[in-house]
């Protein structure tokens, strides 16, 4: 038993059930379907805005790209000009790299210590799980476009055939839903399982992860098992986006939908104030958005400070007569 | 060091059962660094001078300490948009933990890159954040005590910002960056260690680590000429602060005083010497290597200073840099920021070879690697490497010339064509993914001497391999201080491989014009194979 992962569990599975009850029993479906959906939107939006602008606030007083290759020298050496760039194409090519395909993660290496000697494995099962998630994610994301676009588009059908490639089961398994669910109980899982990730693990971690099995197993089961009146669904979505809301009344939406939706807006709102802003961060990272050209072009420090320091006056005054006798030159003769 | 090597493999890394927040530091001899003096924090005008030790209950704080570190926090916040972004996007997903030497070597948690900067972003989030003001411990969130204070001392001095884990974290945070920040903070309250605030005292009066004051500077370099004279049959006569020089040569000031860096520093007199170049040595700009870069952006940038200063003062064309890793690092992303524009100097061109280098084009300051590789391609220099065939040389990247510049090639063409048995290490183990002596950033000091071999491991393990695979039998490196703390860490993990700077192998294969047969080489030994009369006494 751990407290952060338990608080973690406790929170999301509280917010599930205050979801149900408020809709199921308590008729509080405008305040779940429309009201919080709205400010968690808002907060979002706001929050992701205000601390990227907090950040950016902050400057960037030196050039320290960590440089993961050739530096750019002589001629006959060949740079690399993607893991070291030199230029801001290079330096494009390198981010590319880092935000689509997360390059860094895919260098990842396990350490052990085998008779007596240290040995490193490549450990592909962190990155394999991060890109499964993310990229699952986004599909998803996508697909649920169909519920806010009217008439859908074509892309929207286009990603929904391949993500249903597989032809199995009615209505057809889509691979985003079950592949983002697999993902993310294969990093919980080796955050629970491994000592030390769990050492460092605290509710801040756990949270989202319960909270997104949360809403891909709603997702998954209003699919799959409670069929659920899509046409209902779509309308309450369409009547958000055109900021005309209202709650379907001749037909019912499932309480569990309203789970869904809250775990959802719950996710939206904790996301500025939380890790999960890690997918604006990466971009300003200095160590990796900048080029390795500070011996070749000045970079300005906005606060480069005045300071005094030890002149060669200085220096000269203090030891001028040794540096005399030693038959030093100096500036001033004693 | 008394502890078997095999007791020292006994790393146990199951995390403790208590949560992180409640263990403490480790105090007990030879688990941290002695602080820094009062006469030197005197004299460099730092805050809170005074007795005190790591074992006292009561480090004598200032009375008003933890406002001093949260204004101290808030000003860094707004400054470096680097610290921002690292105190709040990390995932904690783990990557980092086994990529730092400290960790593999100790397994102590708190070792850890991830955990390591917890201990700075737990305050962080206490005093600047929504989620931690409201929810606490449960965010990761804690409040700032004196424990918290001591916790900082122990752990931001148990890394050497050798930057490794930077390369494995999906958001390139960087702990380098979180220790010197965090270094920063303790130094607010006047707490700091000897083996860093002792070199920046002295580097600020005598313009080196070591205090060496000028005369002595030039008897030392005099005594190194005496050495060549005796083993090329060539004297050399380096000159020092002489105005009108075409360039200004910059190295640290370990290579002055302590072996094997002094040998390099032969290998560095006998280059210029054979070329015959316009140089000049400065005493006032003696030191290459900046320990402000350990202590605060600030003494950085007033050390770093004295390099223009001089350039300026002596009316060169520009600077080469000689073997040095943290040097490195301050000229190639900080010294142009902080101490340029250089626009009182030149485009860097090398007088032989007429190679414009326009890599350094705005900082005018070359890598002695660079220079030196650029004339061996292009055929300016009379080798033998045959002298230096008793050597199976390997290469160990230093952290900062690697991971902060990327200087790779250049100094492996030049041992390729000085030496004729070159091996590199494991691929894991080399290049960006180099692993630290343990003992970067100040660390090298001989109170944790524990601690720098368990921190140097993983860089002694993959020697090992070499040395076991290939027979090599001496490495070779960059940087004064892994010259300087490598030999004690092979001597421990292992035995049978000896130290040396880039240079000193090319003074050993350099053909100097009319220079007598060699039979020593720049250690006074004899060359095998060549009859001389060396001392045979240092094995």
């Not at chain 1, 999960?276 to 480069?304: D, K, Q």
Request: with cysteine.
């Amino acid at each position: 038993m751990n407290v952060q992962y338990m608080s973690a569990l406790i929170a999301v599975v509280v917010l599930g059930f205050l979801a149900y009850i408020g809709t199921e029993f308590l008729g509080l479906n405008s305040l779940f379907g429309i009201f919080i959906p709205y400010l968690a939107v808002c907060f979002f939006l706001v929050g992701a805005i205000l601390k990227v602008m907090k950040w950016a606030k902050s400057p960037v007083p030196f050039r320290i790209p960590t440089t993961c290759g050739q530096q750019k020298s002589l001629d006959w050496i060949e740079q690399n000009k993607i893991d070291n760039p030199s230029t801001t194409p290079g330096v494009i090519a390198r981010m590319f790299f880092e935000v689509l395909l997360f390059r860094s993660l895919f260098r990842n290496t396990k350490a052990g210590i085998k008779e007596g000697k240290i040995t490193y494995e490549w450990e592909i099962f962190l990155w394999v799980g991060a890109l499964a998630f993310h990229y699952s994610f986004l599909t998803v994301l996508v697909r649920h476009m169909r519920f806010f676009l009217e008439p859908v588009p074509g892309l929207i059908g286009i990603v929904e055939t391949l993500d249903g490639f597989f032809q199995v089961g009615t209505p057809g398994v889509l691979l985003s839903g079950v592949v983002l669910l697999g993902a993310v109980l294969f990093l919980l899982s080796r955050r629970l399982l491994i000592p030390q990730v769990r050492y460092i693990s605290l509710m801040a971690d756990y949270f989202p992860l319960f909270l997104i099995i949360g809403i891909a197993g709603t997702g998954i089961y209003m699919r799959y098992f409670a069929r659920v009146d899509v046409v209902a669904i779509k309308q309450l979505a369409m009547s958000l986006v055109t900021l005309h809301p209202a709650i379907p009344q001749n037909v019912t939406v499932s309480g569990i939908l309203y789970v869904h939706l809250f775990l959802v807006s719950v996710l939206f709102a904790y996301f500025p104030l939380s890790k999960l802003m890690h997918m604006g961060g990466v971009f300003l990272s200095p160590t990796r958005n900048l080029a390795n050209n500070s011996r070749m072009e000045r970079h300005i420090n906005p606060w480069n400070p005045d300071l005094k320091f030890h002149t060669y006056e200085a220096y000269e005054n203090d030891f001028r007569e040794k540096m005399i006798e030693a038959g030093l030159p100096v500036e001033k003769e004693a | 060091m008394t502890i078997p090597r095999e007791e020292m493999l006994k790393i146990d890394n199951t995390p403790p059962r208590k949560s992180w927040m409640e263990v403490p530091p480790d105090f007990s001899k030879g688990k941290f660094c002695y602080p820094s003096q009062i006469k030197a924090l005197e004299y460099l005008k730092m805050p809170n001078p005074r007795e005190w030790s790591p074992t006292d209950e009561d480090w004598k704080l200032p009375p008003n300490w933890q406002e001093i570190i949260h204004k101290g926090f808030k000003e860094r916040l707004d400054k470096y948009r680097s610290l921002k972004v690292f105190m709040d996007v990390c995932v904690r997903c783990g990557a980092c933990a086994d990529k730092c030497h400290f960790f593999i070597g100790t397994g102590d948690p708190k070792n850890m890159p991830v955990l390591r900067a917890e201990l700075l972003r737990s305050i962080y989030r206490n005093d600047f954040t929504l989620a931690g003001k409201i929810l606490g411990k449960l965010a990761g969130a804690r409040k700032l005590t004196t424990d918290v204070i001591k916790e900082w001392f122990s752990y931001f001095y148990q890394c050497t910002e050798c930057r490794r884990c930077s390369v494995f974290c999906p958001y390139g945070i960087d702990t380098a960056e979180i220790t010197m920040m965090a270094r920063e903070l303790l130094h607010l309250l006047g707490i700091s260690i000897h083996w860093i605030m002792d070199p920046v005292s002295n580097c600020t009066r005598t313009g080196n680590h070591l205090g060496i004051q000028p005369q002595n500077f030039k008897e030392i370099i005099e005594f190194f000429c005496d050495d060549i004279e005796e083993i090329t049959g060539k004297r050399i006569e380096p000159s020092f602060n002489r105005k009108g020089a075409e360039i200004l040569f910059v190295t640290p000031s370990g290579d002055a005083f302590a072996d094997p860096g002094t040998y390099s520093f032969m290998g560095y007199l006998m280059l210029f010497e054979a070329i015959g170049l316009d140089y000049t040595l400065s005493t006032y700009a003696s030191e290459g290597g900046n320990f402000g870069l350990f202590t605060s952006s600030d003494m950085m940038k007033k050390l770093n200073a004295k390099m223009y200063h001089e350039a300026k003062r002596l009316g060169v064309k520009y600077i080469i840099g000689g073997e040095c890793g943290h040097m490195w690092r301050v000229i190639n992303q900080y010294m142009d920021t902080m101490n340029g524009p250089a626009d009182f100097l030149e485009v860097p061109k090398s007088p032989i070879t007429g190679t414009v280098f326009e890599n350094a084009k705005s900082t005018k300051m070359v890598h002695i690697a660079e220079f030196t590789a650029d004339l061996i391609k292009h055929n300016k220099l009379k080798l033998d490497p045959s002298r230096n065939d008793h050597l199976k040389v390997t290469f160990h990247d230093s952290c900062n010339p690697s991971r902060a510049m990327g200087l790779l090639e250049e100094p492996r063409y030049v041992i390729k064509n000085v030496c004729n048995h070159f091996y590199d290490m494991p691929a894991n183990t080399i290049r960006e993914n180099t692993f630290c002596c343990g003992s970067g950033s100040g660390l090298n000091t001989e109170e944790i001497m524990e601690l720098r071999l368990r921190g140097g491991l993983p860089r002694a393990n993959a020697v090992k391999h070499v040395h076991e695979t290939f027979g090599v039998n001496m490495l070779a490196c960059v940087c004064a201080i892994d010259r300087a703390v490598l030999p004690p860490l092979m001597n421990y993990w292992v035995p049978g491989v000896s130290v040396t700077g880039l240079h000193e192998l090319v003074g050993n294969a350099l053909i100097l014009d009319g220079e007598i047969e060699r039979t020593l080489n720049l250690r006074m030994e004899d060359l095998p194979g060549a009859e001389g009369e060396g001392n045979d006494d240092d094995e």
